[in-house]
């Protein structure tokens, strides 16, 4: 019985294998389309991006093995563009890629490994020609945009996650994850001029997300403890650096959208996600469902396309299969759908 079962994965592995779908080809430059970050599955090496061409309609599911002949590896955590370069955070593989910003060859690949340890990075944010990596062993390091090296070190609280520039400070969100069920709750801000950590800010518990709105006020989502511990929106005075107000509507991560926000919500009881336009200027929230999510089976993020006015909604599909990027324009329909790789998480537009 086992041999015949054998044979019949094999099979079964083989006829997959002639269902695959072929990419198409890749342009030298990419040009007037979206780079999407799929995060893949933690611990099974399978990170990819995809290449959605706007021109064309063609997807091309393997955008980083084509141009690089390498897998891209474990758990795809966060890619942004800064200057003529994209940057991606790979966690698992704790590496962070250093891609061309038109043609997508790799620059570098920097290892975030320190005498043998992993640093696990997660996020980015930049500053004077500088890259800021958050790294869950509990510190921020600096990447020169030049020499692409690790120049700085900078402690701050366990696990830290988001993080956003302001006033020529850098406000990191200490989640302490790995602490369950006694996270940390603080936010550490490190001076960008001596790089050093001069204040710790109390926000709630288990802090990730954090963004900066127009007029430099920093915002954190302070997800709670999935339970009993409500996942709220806090804002930080960054003259005075406190909290200034905590929102009392639930909050799972913010979007930026022209001078406004998205506020996503996913409610871990229902399953069911929301998306809200909050407004910093008047700090309310506008409209609590702003677009529906009805056509989303896991919304895995958010990101606003200036040059057409539409919305792509991130849809991880129940984290198991392959993902889908939903467009949608302000008024809430949908325009159209690109199958891409799994567990889609972020978008960049060229």
């Given at each position: 019985m086992r041999l015949i079962s054998l044979i019949f994965i094999s099979v079964l592995i083989v006829s997959c294998k002639k269902d695959e779908p072929i990419d198409p080809p890749v342009a030298e430059n990419l040009s007037n389309g979206m780079v999407v970050l799929c995060e893949g599955l933690f611990q099974h090496n399978n990170s990819t991006v995809s290449w959605v061409d706007f021109s064309t309609g063609s997807i091309a599911n393997n955008l980083f093995a084509t141009k690089t002949g390498r897998q891209l590896g474990d758990t795809g955590n966060d890619m942004q563009r800064y200057g003529g370069k994209i940057y991606i955070v790979v966690t698992v593989s704790s590496t962070v890629e250093v891609m061309n910003a038109t043609s997508f060859s790799s620059i570098k690949q920097i290892s975030m490994i320190q005498n043998g340890v992993a640093k696990q990075p997660r996020s980015l944010a930049f500053h004077n020609g500088k890259v800021y990596v958050s790294c869950y062993d509990g510190f921020v390091d600096v990447i020169d945009t030049t020499s692409l090296a690790v120049t700085q070190r900078i402690p701050v609280g366990s696990n830290p996650e988001g993080l956003s520039v302001s006033n020529n400070k850098l406000y990191v969100a200490n989640s302490g994850g790995l602490n369950f069920p006694v996270p940390d709750s603080t936010v550490s801000v490190i001076d960008l001029t001596s790089h050093l950590e001069v204040e710790r800010i109390t926000v709630g518990i288990n802090p990730g997300g954090v963004?900066?709105?127009?007029?430099?006020?920093?915002?954190?989502?302070?997800?709670?403890?999935?339970?009993?511990?409500?996942?709220?929106?806090v804002r930080i005075d960054t003259q005075l650096d406190n909290v200034d107000e905590t929102f009392t509507f639930d909050a799972s991560d913010m979007y930026p959208m022209n001078d406004k926000f998205l506020v996503t919500y996913f409610n871990h009881s229902t399953q069911a996600s929301t998306i809200g336009l909050f407004n910093p200027l008047?700090?309310?929230?506008?409209?609590?469902?702003?677009?529906?999510?009805?056509g989303i089976t896991t919304l895995y993020g958010v990101s606003y396309r200036p040059s057409s006015n539409t919305l792509f909604l991130l849809d991880a599909m129940n984290y198991t299969n392959s993902g889908y990027v939903r467009e949608y324009s302000l008024t809430g329909g949908l325009v159209q759908n690109f199958h891409v790789g799994?567990?889609?998480?972020?978008?960049?537009?060229?």
């Open positions: 963004i900066t709105d127009a007029e430099g006020d920093v915002y954190v989502i302070a997800r709670g403890d999935y339970g009993v511990e409500p996942s709220r929106m008047t700090e309310s929230m506008e409209v609590p469902n702003y677009i529906s999510t009805a799994l567990n889609p998480t972020k978008i960049i537009f060229l």
